[in-house]
């Protein structure tokens, strides 16, 4: 099917592949799309970047080309607020459409990269992205594969309970916010976490509609849990006294308002001393005081899943134990958890 012909022959015939122009620490890119016609002018150049001979491909039926083979798959992986581009040097890009929780199935995505010539390759699940972002590429690795190949990958996808990649819009919801601590409710100092729980909620298009104050005491902790339930609350933040230390009352006041905790406690560095807990169907979330110093923290993990709809569990919690300690670099490849951001 691929016949190969001196550079010098192939005047008039039509590329089927990119080709690729690499200067060392200057430039990598196309050099000649797929689809151009080849011209005496271009033997030079061609020669320059070490093609002496070109391919020339005669596909026969029940094989599929890259490009092609690149675009069904990357329909059949395509969830639900992600679209996909065309084919650029044999690889297809699925980007999101707008922000929210991306969502990759990591048993499926093995299942497909175990098929012959199939590679695709996502950013890690349940993480934060922006519109626009990159989440996931996708090409086989010879030129052309065979269809049977693509047909196993598409009836996979079909069969599955949900896409391989998606992407859950965050809901826009009314948080209610509870600053907990007698140096604060006093006055003796001024509070800097209740902005900063402010800005991250807005980033993630949900707004903090009431703040109340309270000192360490769990009766007042309990009527601003209520009072927020009462005014419409969809979820509530507690910030404070959330460690063990005997005068640290936060998940004590919780827990008598009657909630169900579901987690006290994340094996997560930074982020150990957090709380899940559920009350009249709303999440309620106390968020320890490293939430306040460090980029990266359980917060970052938790909350974006919670705005996305999800149901998080104690098991999911437990799960954060591999990968739950945050390295403290400038990029990783959980880029928006924020840990490594």
Same mark, same amino acid.
């Given at each position: 099917?691929?016949?190969?012909?001196?550079?010098?022959?192939?005047?008039?015939?039509?590329?089927?592949?990119?080709?690729?122009?690499?200067?060392?620490?200057?430039?990598?890119?196309?050099?000649?799309?797929?689809?151009?016609?080849?011209?005496?002018?271009?033997?030079?150049?061609?020669?320059?970047?070490?093609?002496?001979?070109?391919?020339?491909?005669?596909?026969?039926?029940?094989?599929?080309?890259?490009?092609?083979?690149?675009?069904?798959?990357?329909?059949?992986?395509?969830?639900?607020?992600?679209?996909?581009?065309?084919?650029?040097?044999?690889? !297809?890009?699925?980007?999101? +459409?707008?922000? %929210?929780? &991306?969502?990759? @199935?990591?048993?499926?995505?093995?299942? /497909?990269?175990?098929?012959?010539?199939?590679?695709?390759?996502?950013?890690?699940?349940?993480?934060?992205?922006?519109?626009?972002?990159?989440?996931?590429?996708?090409?086989?690795?010879?030129?052309?594969?065979?269809?049977?190949?693509?047909?196993?990958?598409?009836?996979?996808?079909?069969?599955?309970?949900?896409?391989?990649?998606?992407?859950?819009?965050?809901?826009?919801?009314?948080?209610?916010?509870?600053?907990?601590?007698?140096?604060?409710?006093?006055?003796?100092?001024?509070?800097?976490?209740?902005?900063?729980?402010?800005?991250?909620?807005?980033?993630?298009?949900?707004?903090?509609?009431?703040?109340?104050?309270?000192?360490?005491? !769990?009766?007042?902790?309990? +009527?601003?849990? %209520?009072? &927020?339930?009462? @005014?419409?609350?969809?979820?509530?933040? /507690?910030?404070?006294?959330?460690?063990?230390?005997?005068?640290?009352?936060?998940?004590?006041?919780?827990?008598?308002?009657?909630?169900?905790?579901?987690?006290?406690?994340?094996?997560?560095?930074?982020?150990?001393?957090?709380?899940?807990?559920?009350?009249?169907?709303?999440?309620?979330?106390?968020?320890?005081?490293?939430?306040?110093?460090?980029?990266?923290?359980?917060?970052?993990?938790?909350?974006?899943?919670?705005?996305?709809?999800?149901?998080?569990?104690?098991?999911?919690?437990?799960?954060?134990?591999?990968?739950?300690?945050?390295?403290?670099?400038?990029?990783?490849?959980?880029?928006?958890?924020?840990?490594?951001?």
């Amino acid at each position: 099917m691929v016949e190969i012909i001196d550079v010098e022959q192939a005047v008039g015939r039509v590329l089927f592949h990119d080709i690729t122009r690499i200067v060392p620490g200057e430039f990598k890119g196309r050099a000649f799309k797929k689809g151009h016609q080849i011209t005496s002018e271009d033997i030079p150049q061609l020669k320059d970047i070490g093609k002496n001979r070109i391919y020339v491909l005669n596909l026969e039926d029940g094989y599929i080309h890259e490009d092609d083979a690149a675009k069904r798959i990357a329909k059949a992986i395509c969830g639900p607020d992600l679209r996909y581009a065309e084919p650029d040097q044999g690889k !297809v890009e699925l980007t999101a +459409e707008k922000s %929210g929780l &991306l969502k990759v @199935d990591t048993q499926l995505l093995q299942q /497909l990269n175990a098929l012959p010539d199939v590679t695709i390759a996502t950013l890690h699940t349940d993480q934060t992205v922006e519109t626009g972002k990159t989440v996931a590429g996708t090409r086989i690795i010879p030129l052309f594969t065979e269809e049977e190949h693509l047909l196993h990958l598409e009836e996979l996808c079909r069969n599955h309970h949900q896409p391989l990649v998606s992407l859950r819009p965050f809901q826009s919801l009314k948080i209610g916010q509870i600053t907990t601590g007698n140096e604060i409710f006093y006055g003796r100092i001024p509070d800097r976490f209740g902005p900063l729980v402010k800005k991250k909620f807005e980033a993630w298009g949900s707004e903090v509609f009431a703040q109340h104050y309270v000192p360490d005491q !769990v009766p007042a902790m309990v +009527e601003a849990i %209520g009072k &927020l339930l009462d @005014d419409g609350a969809e979820m509530i933040v /507690l910030t404070g006294g959330m460690s063990v230390d005997p005068d640290d009352l936060t998940p004590a006041g919780i827990r008598a308002s009657g909630a169900k905790v579901i987690s006290y406690g994340a094996p997560t560095y930074p982020g150990a001393m957090f709380m899940l807990a559920e009350l009249r169907g709303v999440p309620m979330v106390g968020l320890p005081g490293c939430a306040m110093y460090h980029k990266a923290t359980i917060v970052e993990l938790i909350i974006p899943r919670l705005l996305a709809g999800e149901t998080v569990t104690r098991q999911d919690i437990v799960a954060l134990g591999h990968g739950g300690l945050c390295a403290s670099c400038k990029a990783c490849h959980y880029p928006d958890c924020g840990f490594g951001k």
